[in-house]
């Protein structure tokens, strides 16, 4: 068996057990639903800056766009300006498609080699990861956002408007919320892939499987205690108020399945910043895709640039100067 | 020769499922059992090449022997070099960090593709160096070290000496085309990493030999080879002779010229090895019509002799040792601003580092056409403009005559260079002089051209002779999607504006694709221009007949 899947899985299962047997068992409410939800914000909150430091501290000396299209040049050329952008509001244009429609991703295609007559490589548009990876993301900002009426009094009319979208669809009591189902099953599809495809199974690190089980977890665990184990909906709301609020309080009744769902949830947040997750910041900063190719048409200063040893022209003459001359080339010095 | 494989066997070799190979589960696990192994490979640099660089730890190694000669610190060296690639470049930086391993660029390389070998999958190939950056650059790396179990829970590793020694065979598996980075989320781009991971190797004196020489040779001469400037005038005055048994005009260049109005630059591949010689006499053509009908002044510099910078390959710091002539050289002849050759990673290195590395470049001024008044925009700083940006310029406002007829025997695709397409976006200029040099133009499958094109197999330095497997299992996703339209249209002639192309395109034909040549786009142009005063034309530049004229 794969213990690169394996280990990540039972330490999810592990996970869910702690919070789950110490609160049941143990009476550990306090802990599991204030102490390590507020370590976990917090460690998100520093671990995320920190990071995102980082990288801006780090310098840009060129400008090195992946350029996708045609360059902008002669008048009569006509340029794409989008992916190949040379002013800052085409760069806009471009990473908004890249941070909201997966653009690069979108392109992907699929290789394929027939060992015949022929032996033809193929390449197919491979449209299935960009569906995945697009309904994982927006099924997950909208639980995310969905999320903010437990913890907002009165609950902000964009957040309501967004659940009468999510629950558009009518289906049973209560009302069935589409990002749910949506996040697991996309969740489930990223999971099958590296487990399935033997090229990103054999890329496939503990670190790519445990995030996707932590969030099958939480996917699960909510969806549960939503439609099927029905929790007490109230002390949530009054235990998730106070931590809004900073009086924390433990309202009676509640159980152990909502703590193990806030626990698997402290923990993506406490991981997040040392993790793979961080590209969620790294997009933005990626500098083949930020900048405009306009490298040709404006100076752009390197901020570490440095002098360096070059072969000067007057040593390259004196080097050949009989040779240049007898060739008949030009010289600079005669003798 | 006879130890190279068979188009028929290299097929056989090519399987895209990693598990079927017989490969670890885990490729942490490889490092111990890498094999290097001859034909994929190319020769370590000669230290005397190392030594002319000023390069560290010069010596005579042989990747084949278990001891590589490595300095004592060589791993203190190494961490000190990732320490400071990770301040001085946020790409770097970032490409450690947000990779998720999606596997969108995994069937993207085309030494993937060739090979099967999935540590040439780009993914891979940066994992290589991001295992040894998650262990020692990371609070998870240093955390998890300490837990048994952890590195691999991590998929961190310690830097060993099998490690560097995948590290070194792969990022020379690498020709730095950055087609990945097209389809990749985040934009990672691997030739950014294999960059950073060839200066690395630097440092403790590991490169090949195909691109130390060149280096020092560039540095010393001028040129890649090595020419020396009586020779490369000799050179360019033969193929004056060849243009005037052909045409009857005499076509001699100007070299070193002080005052002259632009001055020209190309590959030395050009000047050199066919059919980029081709190529060569269709600049020379061009110039001289331009000068007897217009009076431009184009010199030719035999100091500033090399547009292809082999720098680019080894580091930063060498790219700007042997970019910084062109500008020198400019300055020096006083000339108003400065053209390139058909050449691709030469301008991936103009076009987006030489102003920020060698200018700002005010003693030039901003490119204007005196012919058609065009002014570039888009290289008013560099002041450094693409020969087809120029010649379809002249062809626009109808500048000049071409007799299309006269390339009715090709019938032509286009090969777009790697580092025009995705590190500039010259991708219809070319296509444009093609057009109005010749009838019959074919376009190759979409997936396989402008930014998704294939590479050579045989850039970035691998251009050698001794890794001819590698070469050739790296150039068959070219070569199908040139075999289909050569099989559909009848393609016979793959143009490109490249040089390292013309080399590499010309050897994988031969293999891959036999009755394909290749050519240059200004072979083209030199063939359709009709000089003045020049003879009634009988023959193309590779000296066979013109079409229509074996006939009579």
């Not at chain 2, 570039?376 to 002041?383: I, L, M, Q």
Request: proline share 5%; charged share 20%; glycine share 8%.
């Amino acid at each position: 068996m794969n213990q690169r899947y394996l280990i990540p899985l039972t330490a999810v299962f592990l996970l869910f057990l702690m919070a789950y047997i110490g609160v049941e068992g143990l009476g550990l409410q306090v802990v599991f639903g204030v102490i390590f939800p507020y370590l976990a914000v917090l460690l998100f909150l520093i671990g995320f800056v920190k990071k995102v430091m980082g990288w801006a501290a780090s310098a840009v000396p060129f400008r090195i766009p992946t350029t996708c299209g045609q360059q902008k040049s002669l008048p009569w050329i006509k340029q794409n300006t989008i992916d190949n952008p040379n002013t800052s509001a085409g760069v806009f244009v471009r990473m908004v498609f890249e941070i909201f429609l997966f653009r690069s991703l979108f392109r992907n295609t699929k290789a394929a080699f027939n060992r015949n007559a022929d032996n033809r490589l193929s390449y197919s548009w491979e449209i299935f990861l960009w569906v995945g990876a697009l309904a994982f993301h927006y099924a997950f900002l909208t639980v995310l956002l969905r999320h903010f009426r437990f913890f907002t009094a009165p609950v902000p009319s964009c957040i309501q408007f967004l659940e009468y979208i999510d629950g558009i669809v009518q289906l049973g009591l209560p009302g069935l919320f589409v990002s749910g189902p949506v996040l697991l099953l996309a969740a489930l599809f990223l999971l099958g892939r590296r487990i399935f495809d033997a090229k990103v199974n054999y890329i496939s690190q503990a670190a790519d499987y445990f995030p996707l089980f932590l969030i099958i977890g939480i996917a699960a665990t909510g969806i549960a205690m939503r439609y099927f184990t029905k929790v007490d909906i109230i002390g949530i709301k009054e235990l998730t108020m106070g931590l809004a609020t900073f009086s924390p309080v433990i309202p009676e009744g509640v159980g152990g399945l909502f703590y193990a769902h806030v626990f698997l949830v402290s923990v993506l947040f406490a991981y997040f910043p040392t993790s793979k997750l961080m590209h969620m910041g790294g997009v933005f900063l990626s500098p083949t895709r930020n900048m405009a190719n306009n490298t040709r048409a404006k100076h752009h200063e390197n901020p570490w640039n440095y002098d360096v040893d070059v072969h000067t022209y007057a040593q390259y003459e004196d080097h050949f100067r009989d040779k240049m001359i007898e060739a008949g080339l030009p010289v600079d010095k005669k003798e | 020769m006879s130890d190279e494989l068979t188009p028929d066997e290299a097929l056989d070799k090519i399987d895209y499922s990693p598990r079927s190979k017989g490969e670890p589960s885990n490729w942490l696990d490889t490092t111990k059992s890498v094999q290097i192994r001859p034909g994929m490979y190319c020769y370590a640099a000669k230290a005397d090449s190392v030594n002319t660089l000023g390069l560290p730890n010069a010596r005579e190694w042989n990747p084949l022997d278990d001891d590589w000669k490595l300095p004592e610190d060589w791993k203190e060296i190494l961490h000190n070099g990732i320490k400071e690639r990770l301040e001085r470049f946020r790409t770097f930086k970032v490409f450690m960090d947000v990779c998720v391993r999606c596997g969108a660029c995994a069937d993207k390389c085309h030494f993937f593709l060739g090979t099967g070998d999935p540590k040439n999958m780009p993914v891979l190939r940066a994992e290589l160096l991001r295992s040894i950056y998650r262990n020692d650059f990371t609070t998870a790396g240093k955390i998890m070290k300490k837990i048994p179990g952890g590195q691999r829970l991590l998929g961190a590793r310690d830097l060993s000496l099998e490690a560097l020694k995948e590290m070194w065979y792969y990022f020379f598996q690498c020709t730095e085309c950055r087609r990945c980075s097209v389809f990749c989320p985040y934009g990672i781009d691997t030739a950014e990493i294999t960059i950073m991971g060839r200066e690395l190797l630097n440092l403790i004196g590991l490169n090949i030999d195909w691109i130390a020489t060149p280096v020092s040779n560039c540095y010393q001469t001028g040129n890649h080879l090595g020419i020396q400037p009586h020779a490369f005038k000799d050179m360019l005055e033969f193929f004056v002779e060849d243009i005037e048994d052909i045409t009857g005009v005499d076509c001699t260049p100007q070299f070193q010229k002080k005052g002259a109005d632009i001055l020209f630059i190309t590959p030395s591949g050009d000047v050199f090895a066919d059919p980029g010689t081709y190529t060569c006499q269709g600049y020379l053509i061009l110039f001289k019509y331009l000068k007897e009908k217009y009076g431009l002044d184009v010199t030719w510099s035999t100091y500033a002799s090399e547009g292809g910078n082999f720098g680019f390959f080894t580091s930063h710091e060498t790219m700007k040792r042997l970019n910084a002539k062109m500008y020198a050289e400019a300055k020096r002849l006083g000339v108003k601003w400065i053209l390139g050759g058909e050449c691709g990673h030469m301008w991936r290195v103009i076009h987006q580092y030489m102003d920020t590395m060698n200018g700002p470049a005010d003693f030039l001024e901003v490119p204007v056409n005196p012919i058609t008044g065009t002014r570039f925009e888009n290289a008013a700083s560099t002041k450094m403009v693409h020969i087809t940006e120029f010649t379809a310029d002249l062809i626009k406002h109808g500048k000049l005559e071409l007799d299309k007829s006269r390339n009715a025997n090709r019938i032509m695709t286009f090969h777009d260079s790697c580092n025009p397409a995705r590190g500039m976006g010259l991708l219809d200029e070319p296509r444009y002089v093609i057009e109005n040099c010749c009838d019959n133009f074919y376009e190759m499958p979409p997936n396989t051209i402008r930014e998704q094109t294939f590479c050579c197999g045989s850039g970035a330095g691998l251009n050698a002779g001794e890794n001819m497997e590698l070469r050739m299992a790296g150039a068959l996703p070219r070569a199908n999607a040139l075999k289909h339209v050569h099989e559909k249209y009848g393609v016979n002639t793959l143009g490109t504006i490249c040089a390292i192309d013309r080399a590499a395109l010309s050897t994988l034909c031969e293999y891959w694709v036999p009755d394909v040549e290749v050519a240059g786009v200004h072979e083209l142009v030199g063939n359709a221009l009709i000089l003045p005063g020049e003879k009634e034309r009988t023959e193309d530049l590779r000296m066979e007949p013109l079409p229509g004229v074996e006939e009579e």
